[in-house]
């Protein structure tokens, strides 16, 4: 079974899944189907940790991959669902640039961190691909939170950002200690729950759920 | 120390179950005082050498030195709140069940602050710096109903600095992926341990780290140009808040870059390290001077002011050597009493005029001889002027840096100091002089909660000028044990 891992490298294709999915968010319109995007990126998340898991045979892996799975996966779409029907958006209307353009920059993207980590100062332990996508992964949830104008993807954007990063750590050193880890989910999931009830409110005063209204606060 | 991190928690229960306002108020105080005399003998401890417990927590000079402007602050505030939630909710500004929001959020931000003090853990201490944010942003938008820029400030607060901190998270993986290879099997993240091991680490690797905490945790310590959140942040929350973040979360933010730099200065040599803070607190005091110059709002103009006083924080670590690291401690006590005194001003100039801005508000002094004259006071500190506490500070890390030869740096700093002296001084002078041709609200003024809250502000006042002339000999002992804890052992 480990050796069936290795040999069609199982652990690359979750990965590049992962990216693949934060490529899609570029493309994509409909606020309903970027949760979605964000729901199976994290599955995949949550799938690499257990796969890495089993590959190395650390128990506590198994119970991060599961806390991932439960928060990332499961609450934090339920909940960012129900916020963007509470809203009544659906779509994303003229973002800053076109989907075209943004899914050209985000392979552009992914281009600049493939060539600019090509040396490699991080050996790490399962795959060689992995940091690198993670990188890349926060970089379009970075681009995606400065181009779109919805309350709603900047979050979004953001939490594509923290998928990335935990990627980042994992790949770098099997994942934190458990406290610390649900210590940090914790805090991201307070986080978002803010964010998704400032949201609501920023349609409400506002009665648009544009961030380009705010623009009270200068200088 | 497990004492010290319960009564905020409890006191912030109690507070949100209690029913009457008044009551919650003076209950808030009692919490703040009594953790205040819990946490005595607990610093007093810490200062003389470092204590651990339960292998998260530790607590040494420099924790203990943070950890006591924390309560102190707390005190502060909680005192200054009683009158300013009560007339707030006369005016309408907040309602009922918002008070006891106000104060369980109040205490729960109390305890997120301490939490960062103590913690041992390089990632507890994110969790708790993140969750200051997440409290803070909560405090800040609680007005919603009356003011959308509140929710606007809120919602830039929390998405600025969430990204930025996560950049902070990348670095704390990576110290943790450096101390991998120094240990061969598990990582270490306590920075006890951590710093014992620290002249092992691989330089490349630590100042990668080092770059994403100080990008990380500099955007919550609102140095420029990463600054954006903080001016609507500090203008938008209520007063006794922004107090609070200007005078201590900004401080436990760069308490945070601090506890990064003892370990990463003797794998990467201080040159890389002192370089970078002095770049990004030459960039912060510049770009605040010329916003400070042009600003129409005196509680921006303050916000803007807490950028150029974070800035020359970050210049005094930057230069290094135990005579900066003690100016720049001695600054962070300096400004953190000094602006939250204004802040505390500015909220009741606010209450009586119905304004923040500079054009509406005129006479201050020969309206309200008190209040003004306590202004006046704050606003020469922070201005900078002899003999206040802050021009001493400022001297010293001006002083020390002239003494390693970095004129030009020095230079530069001068310049901007001075631009920023005639900002603030002529922004308030227009509040403070002149004939007052609006009517003002007139704030009610009977009740033990005005005479308490004109009491701490004068207390203030007073610590602000008798530090410029006169440091004691605790303060003294607490500062160089601080520097201790950051330079290693062996300094005096």
């Known amino acids: 079974m480990k050796n069936w891992i290795e040999v069609f490298s199982i652990v690359d294709f979750v990965s590049v899944g992962i990216l693949l999915t934060a490529v899609a968010l570029n493309g994509m319109r409909r606020l309903e189907s970027s949760v979605k995007a964000y729901a199976v990126n994290s599955w995949l998340l949550s799938a690499l940790i257990g796969i890495v898991a089993f590959m190395i045979g650390e128990s506590h892996l198994y119970a991060a991959s599961l806390v991932t799975f439960i928060s990332k996966g499961v609450v934090i779409p339920i909940f960012l669902r129900k916020i963007v029907r509470e809203m009544k958006v659906t779509h994303e209307v003229e973002p800053y640039i076109s989907n075209a353009l943004s899914l050209t920059i985000s392979g552009l993207l992914v281009a600049i961190v493939y060539a600019s980590l090509k040396e490699g100062i991080f050996i790490t332990g399962f795959s060689r691909n992995v940091l690198q996508i993670s990188l890349a992964v926060i970089l379009i949830g970075l681009f995606t939170m400065i181009t779109r104008r919805k309350a709603i993807t900047q979050v979004i954007g953001l939490l594509f950002m923290e998928n990335g990063l935990f990627l980042a750590g994992f790949s770098l050193t099997y994942g934190m200690p458990m406290i610390i880890e649900l210590g940090v989910l914790f805090d991201m999931l307070m986080g978002i729950i803010i964010l998704g009830i400032f949201a609501v409110q920023i349609k409400r005063a506002f009665a648009s759920s544009d961030l380009d209204k705010l623009t009270i606060l200068k200088g | ?492």
């Open chain 2, 1 to 492: 120390m497990i004492t010290i991190l319960l009564i905020p928690v409890v006191t912030a229960i109690i507070c949100y179950l209690l029913k009457g306002h008044r009551l919650t108020g003076y209950v808030s105080m009692a919490g703040s005082l009594l953790l205040a005399l819990a946490s005595i003998p607990v610093i007093r401890d810490a200062f003389s050498s470092g204590i651990s417990e339960a292998g998260l927590l530790y607590m040494d000079g420099l924790s203990a030195y943070i950890m006591s402007l924390v309560i102190f602050l707390g005190i502060a505030s909680a005192i200054y709140s009683i009158h300013y939630i009560d007339h707030e909710l006369h005016v309408g500004l907040i309602d009922k069940d918002g008070i006891r929001r106000y104060y369980g959020l109040f205490h729960l931000f109390v305890f997120t602050m301490l939490l960062v003090t103590v913690s041992n853990n390089l990632a507890l201490m994110w969790i708790a710096i993140e969750a200051t944010t997440i409290v803070s942003a909560v405090l800040i938008g609680l007005g919603y109903t009356k003011r959308p820029m509140a929710i606007e400030a809120a919602w830039k607060y929390i998405i600025l600095c969430t990204v930025g901190i996560t950049f902070a998270l990348l670095g704390t993986f990576i110290t943790y992926y450096a101390s991998i290879s120094v240990r061969g099997t598990e990582g270490i993240l306590n920075w006890t341990e951590l710093r014992k091991v620290a002249p092992g680490l691989n330089p490349s690797t630590m100042k990668l780290a080092f770059i994403f905490v100080l990008v990380g945790y500099g955007t919550k310590a609102g140095l420029a140009p990463l600054h954006n959140w903080l001016p609507d942040a500090h203008s938008e929350a209520p007063s006794p808040i922004s107090a609070l973040l200007s005078g201590i979360l900004l401080n436990t933010a760069f308490y945070g870059i601090m506890r990064f730099l003892s370990i990463v200065e003797p794998s990467t040599g201080s040159l890389f390290t002192g370089n970078l803070l002095i770049l990004f607190g030459l960039i912060s005091t510049g770009i605040s001077s010329v916003f400070i110059l042009v600003q129409e709002n005196y509680k921006r103009l303050l916000a803007y002011s807490s950028i150029e006083h974070m800035g020359i924080i970050s210049l005094g670590t930057g230069i290094g050597g135990p005579f900066a690291l003690y100016g720049a401690l001695l600054h962070i006590l300096n400004h953190s009493i000094a602006k939250p005194l204004m802040f505390f001003a500015s909220g009741m100039i606010q209450a009586h005029y119905g304004s923040t801005r500079i054009d509406r508000v005129k006479g201050v002094l020969s309206r309200l001889p008190f209040l003004g004259t306590l202004t006046f006071l704050g606003a020469l500190s922070l201005a900078g002027s002899p003999p206040f506490n802050i021009f001493i500070s400022e001297f010293t890390i001006f002083k020390a840096g002239a003494d390693k030869g970095l004129w030009p740096v020095v230079g530069a700093f001068l310049v901007f100091v001075v631009v920023v002296f005639y900002g603030i001084l002529s922004g308030f002078s227009r509040i403070l002089f002149g004939n007052s041709e609006t009517e003002t609200q007139g704030l009610r003024i009977e009740g033990s909660g005005a005479v308490l809250q004109r009491f701490v502000m004068f207390v203030m006042a007073a610590v602000v000028l008798i530090l410029g002339i006169w440091i004691p000999d605790f303060i003294d002992s607490a500062i160089w044990s601080g520097v201790r804890s950051i330079l290693g052992e062996g300094v005096r």
